[in-house]
């Protein structure tokens, strides 16, 4: 059974960390590459975070130098470093796992979890 566990989440300061992880189980996690999105009240579902099976990284614009994107294949985790925080980074923040080519595409996502930034 493919599960993706998203914990770490919850309320912060504005300037504030948290740390963001997701546990993988049931595929092979070092195949995948592994995504963070958000999605805020109101507003479409935003890929903040990638990380390739080859540990390339790439951001969105808003969080380059905030957030860190990385990956343990021993533990099967992904995690979301997440720096200066600022209100506009609340939201529910999902894990993806991502697996395709020309022929097939496999994709797997977690539950989410409540990040807010507030005073």
């Known amino acids: 059974q493919v599960q993706l566990v998203e914990s770490g989440g919850g309320l912060v300061q504005p300037g504030g960390s948290l740390r963001l992880s997701c546990a993988a189980s049931?595929?092979?996690?070092?195949?995948?590459?592994m995504r963070w999105y958000r999605q805020a009240p109101g507003q479409e579902r935003e890929l903040v975070a990638a990380?390739?099976?080859?540990?390339?990284?790439n951001y969105v614009d808003s969080v380059k130098g905030r957030f860190t994107i990385s990956r343990d294949n021993a533990k099967n985790t992904v995690y979301l470093q997440m720096n200066s925080l600022k209100p506009e980074d609340t939201a529910v923040y999902y894990c993806?796992?991502?697996?395709?080519?020309?022929?097939?595409?496999?994709?797997?996502w977690g539950q989410g979890t409540q990040v807010n930034v507030s005073s």
């Open positions: 993806n796992a991502l697996r395709a080519s020309q022929i097939y595409e496999y994709e797997h």
């Open positions: 990380i390739t099976s080859a540990g390339n990284t």
């Open positions: 049931g595929f092979t996690f070092s195949r995948y590459a």
